[in-house]
């Protein structure tokens, strides 16, 4: 069953603390994403990974960092979390393999810092 | 400007009735996904169709590549189709990133 898993489903934290969130997929995709999504901004990425250890900036990379040491997971990290931090986060994958590769979504993570 | 620009912003259809939303891009594209976001947040990809025609189910996309467009063509329009529809391209930089449009609110009522 192919799936793209994100825990947790909803948090809640204080303006400073840190936070991760995990993503997790069963199909070997090599690249995987993250991407935040705002009221009347759409879905920005956040970052994109190439695979384990090869990570890239995407267009809104200030106040986060990514870790993946497994090809099936992709963690987002928020070191000292700000108000503006507050929104719905989606991990995403897709295979290199394919000229026209689909992207695969997670369920989200709705963030919400106080 | 805005890269990806979906028309109208909004749609309010009875049941039975049948939809056509439009996405223009402004650059070339390599992949294009249309996705579908229920009232409750999740996301699920409908079509990925950069070029030609497509049909799934009661949906069919036609991409246009040099034109820069695409349709979401919804036929016999039922409540459950409510929702927010997203059209998404791949400017290939590497590493297929999707940039997204704002979407299509589609309101369905009995």
């Not at chain 1, 879905?43 to 250890?53: A, F, H, K, T």
């Not at chain 1, 990570?55 to 099936?72: H, T």
């Not at chain 1, 979390?81 to 989606?90: D, E, H, I, R």
């Not at chain 2, 028309?7 to 223009?24: D, T």
């Amino acid at each position: 069953d192919m799936k793209v898993t994100q825990m947790p489903r909803y948090l809640i934290k204080r303006m400073g603390e840190n936070v991760l969130l995990e993503c997790g997929q069963d199909m070997s995709h090599e690249t995987m994403y993250w991407y935040r999504q705002d009221p009347g901004l759409g879905l920005q990425l956040i970052y994109i990974s190439y695979d384990v250890d090869s990570n890239s900036e995407g267009d809104i990379p200030k106040g986060y960092r990514v870790s993946r040491k497994k090809r099936e997971h992709f963690s987002l990290i928020l070191d000292s979390a700000k108000t503006n931090q507050t929104s719905v986060y989606f991990c995403a994958s897709s295979s290199d393999r394919e000229r026209y590769a689909e992207q695969f979504f997670g369920p989200g993570t709705r963030l919400t810092v106080l | 400007g805005q890269q990806v620009q979906q028309s109208p912003a909004s749609l309010v259809l009875q049941e039975g009735e049948n939809a056509e939303l439009q996405c223009n891009f402004s650059s070339t594209a390599t992949q294009l996904q249309w996705f579908y976001q229920s009232p409750g947040g999740s996301l699920v990809s409908l079509l990925s169709n950069p070029s030609g025609t497509k049909h799934t189910g009661r949906l069919t996309s036609t991409t246009v590549t040099k034109e820069r467009r695409s349709s979401l063509h919804i036929s016999s329009s039922q409540t459950t189709d409510s929702g927010t529809y997203l059209c998404a391209i791949d400017l290939y930089q590497g590493g297929r990133a999707l940039i997204f449009g704002t979407g299509t609110t589609v309101s369905v009522s009995p």
